[in-house]
């Protein structure tokens, strides 16, 4: 997990990224256990999900490798934190009865070790993994304005055939995915968020918490800004794209995956 990427960019972390309770919601009904199961968050970052599921009951073990994200966490008494990286997790074999990895899969070094991992801690699953695959996602018009940034998102976002194949190679575990369309108000400010509200990317704030703005080129970030900005001011943005303000949610290519012996009671389909 590339924890040097988050000692740079995440020093106002909190800020803009937020639990978001519609993704709380489905974390919680895919991992479908008990309340006093032990839970593990891989790339926890400041611990946001794990305080949320936390909330609900599960002792939550949080593995962040960056020591900037762990700094900013909010300590909750059912969560317990570790220093460590995806591919060498520091819990003991067969220690936690479910798995947790929100949106960090594109920063492990190597998904492979990561899943051999996480099958280590929890042989029989669940592991639920919320990531995105842009190949699955509507057109979205941020592409107009970022468009280097746009397509490095199909660089560093596997997709979910290939995410899939590391889990379950050797492990037999049942695949599930679930579609999670973006919501009209989320508050988790993921790259994603402004598919409704463009506004949002004119923040400099927000943009340092999303790692493509981030670690973009200046003057690509520059470019697509003013051209933005000047859209904006003259309505054009809304002349074009005005009508998804309304539109309760969009499909960006947000997807939960579910690995496990067993099935969910959730409702999903086949990966």
Sequence with gaps: ??????????????????????????????????PGSAVADIGAGTGNYSNALANKGYRIHAVEPSARMRSQATRHRGVEWYEGKAEAVPLPDQSVDGVMVTL????????SLAAAEM??????????????????????WFKN??????????????????????????????????????????VDMTMHSGWNRPEIYLDKTLRRNMSGFALADPEEVRDGLSRLKRDLESKE??????????????????????????????????C
């Design 104 to 111: 960090a899969v594109h920063h492990f070094t190597s998904l």
């Design 145 to 186: 304005y970022f468009p280097e940034i746009h397509q490095r998102v199909y660089d560093v976002f596997l997709p979910l055939e290939a995410v899939c194949q590391q889990f379950i190679e050797g492990k037999g575990w049942k695949i599930s995915m679930t579609p999670f369309p973006s919501p009209q108000e989320g």
């Design 1 to 34: 997990m590339s924890e040097a990427i988050y000692d740079t960019i995440g020093e106002e972390y909190n800020s803009s990224r937020q639990a978001d309770p519609s993704i709380v919601r489905v974390i919680h009904e895919l991992l479908d256990l008990p």
């Design 237 to 270: 943005w809304d002349r074009r794209y005005g009508y998804l303000r309304q539109k309760e949610s969009f499909d960006l290519g947000f997807r939960f995956l579910r690995f496990a012996t067993k099935k969910s009671n959730h409702s999903t389909v086949a």
């Design 119 to 140: 099958h280590r801690i929890c042989p029989s699953g669940p592991i639920v993994i919320l990531t995105i695959d842009p190949r699955e996602a509507r057109d979205f």
